[in-house]
């Protein structure tokens, strides 16, 4: 399954003019991956805003991302604003963690 770059609005968002950033990193023929992008399409009719994009880690240009996760795919990143940590989960990612990555991220900026 591949999903186009998406805009996904959320509170924190309309504050700062910036939307939150999904990057999920996976390479082609793998289980999880496909999974974990399943799991992402179904918590993206229930999640706020937010830019979403692919990283096929295999491609030659994102050898930085392969050196660091060739034994980790799927991963996804969840920032809300550039300057902000980087949240990430892993591996075997269900449509609750993804909900649950945004909801806290957003949540925690809305707070700070």
């Known amino acids: ?11 924190a968002a309309a504050a700062n003019n910036t939307f939150p950033v999904m990057t ?7 289980g999880l991956c496909d999974e974990a992008k399943i799991s992402i399409a179904n918590a993206i009719k229930r999640l706020p805003k937010f830019r979403y994009s692919e990283i096929d880690i295999l ?4 050898q930085e991302w392969f050196d660091k996760y060739a034994y980790d795919v799927p991963v996804i990143h969840f920032q809300t604003a550039e300057n902000e940590t980087v949240k990430k989960i892993m591996h075997k990612i269900h449509e609750r963690d993804v909900i649950d990555l945004v909801q806290k991220s957003i949540d925690a900026r809305i707070l700070s």
């Open 1 to 11: 399954m591949t999903m186009r770059p998406t805009l996904i609005s959320s509170l």
């Open 59 to 62: 491609k030659p240009e994102n």
């Open 24 to 30: 999920i990193f996976s390479r082609p023929q793998c």
